[in-house]
């Protein structure tokens, strides 16, 4: 089978409405690639020494817990990047910014909904014992961490891409025969005659 199953250590951002000039500040988009953007997340967060991705004990953390409204404002793919460079793969919160969600899920960043309920939980968990390990189960569409589980809100086709470890390219691939069929018939003479 696929990734049904990740597991992680995870981060408290214990904010909601963080916007993506948040995540990653206009002015450190300048280097026109796809890595290299670790430093940058957060950049202006990062400052204060009790922020807590300064906090060593979370150094480890794979997967970032947040609020409501995760990744709304401007389209840059740089929030992507940046949180994929710093080692995360996954983002557990109440909702997401719409074209951020789609960028995450290109970029095979796993963005995960649940209940204001579960996130609060979450954040309880891991301020008390933060070397709890996150089971993220999508077969069952649950999010898992000792004892207790809270719900997934997954879309099925985003839920088959990571199950099927597909990607865009892939799934297009599947509906060759279609595709084909159709430019026959709609471009009857570009078709090769032997």
Known sequence: ?????????????????????????????????????????????????????????????????????????SSREYAVWAIKDYGFNVV???????????????????????????????????KKCPEEVIHIDLYDELIKVGKQSFPIFIEPGVKNKYLLNQDDISLTMEELDKILLYESKRYPYLATTE
């Not at 963080?18 to 995540?23: L, R």
């Not at 919160?93 to 204001?116: C, H, M, R």
């Open 1 to 73: 089978m696929g990734r049904e199953l990740i597991c992680g250590y995870g981060m408290p951002l214990e904010k909601n409405n963080v916007d993506t000039d948040q995540i990653i500040p206009a002015r450190f988009c300048y280097v026109p690639k796809r890595h290299g953007h670790e430093n940058s997340l957060f950049g202006d967060w990062r400052e204060k020494k009790d922020f807590v991705i300064n906090n060593p004990i979370y150094k480890k953390a794979t997967i970032l817990v947040a609020g409501y409204g995760f990744a709304t404002g």
């Open 92 to 126: 557990i919160a109440q909702s997401f910014g719409e074209i951020f969600y789609k960028n995450a899920i290109i970029n095979d960043l796993l963005p995960v909904k649940t209940s204001s309920e579960a996130t609060h939980a979450l954040w309880g968990i891991l």
